[in-house]
């Protein structure tokens, strides 16, 4: 006598995917390799696509256009420095301590190969697509700016330091920090600082500007 046996059945249905800011996450990793790689121009959308997992009618549903996809590789790696940079953890430094770390994140991004790369895709390719020069200097030079920018104000206000112009004094404080190790290394004279080297110009630059504007 043959005997029936239940077979049990696995439940089909699709595979778990990921959520929309997960996959923009990855998508917009895909394109970073792909800018660097190939440059602006060359990058395709399909090649990103391909590259991040998805399908290309995923990606231009998440970025409708490659302007929006460099746009957001650039909010993506300032973010990093906002969030180094948390308003409460700055509040609770002193004026010396407050001032190191917030050149200390800024060198570190302003710095590092990756920044110094797409640096270069935005000079050599502007020409061609200004949009990529409008939200390289929106995203990342005017939003790194706003909050040093706010944090200078944050300390004449407590009456800790005096400023007759403090956008133009935050302007002068980035160029110490970055413009001369950045300039060799965006004409390849030499390679980008290590972090050691960043924290110590960090530390100078601090010296400096507080010599010239403590009271």
């Given amino acids: ?8 059945k696995r439940p089909r249905g699709r595979p778990q995917v990921r959520c929309d800011e997960d996959t923009r996450s990855v998508i917009i990793e895909a394109a970073n390799r792909q800018f660097h790689d190939n440059g602006y121009a060359a990058a395709s959308i399909a090649a990103i696509a391909q590259d991040a997992g998805v399908s290309t009618k995923t990606l231009y ?31 609770a430094a002193d004026l010396r301590e407050g001032l ?18 797409v640096t270069r895709l935005v000079i050599s390719e502007s020409d061609r697509f200004p949009e990529i020069a409008s939200a ?16 200078l ?25 970055i413009m001369e190790p950045q300039r060799a290394a965006m004409l390849r004279q030499q390679q980008p600082p290590p972090t050691e080297e960043i924290a110590a110009r960090a530390k100078m630059c601090t010296d400096l500007f507080l010599k010239g504007c403590a009271l």
């Fill in 136 to 151: 390289f200097y929106e995203k990342a030079i005017v939003r790194t700016n706003t909050l040093m920018e706010d944090w």
């Fill in 61 to 91: 549903r998440l970025f409708p256009t490659k302007a929006d996809l460099f746009s957001a590789m650039i909010i993506e790696r300032t973010g990093h420095f906002l969030t180094a940079l948390d308003p409460s953890t700055l509040a």
């Fill in 1 to 8: 006598m043959v005997q029936n046996h239940e077979i049990e």
């Fill in 153 to 177: 104000r944050k300390q004449i206000d407590c009456g800790l330091i005096a400023l007759d112009d403090p956008h133009a004094a935050c302007g002068m404080l980035r160029g110490m920090m």
């Fill in 100 to 117: 190191e770390r917030m050149l200390l994140a800024y060198g570190t991004l302003a710095l590092s190969l990756d920044t110094i790369t």
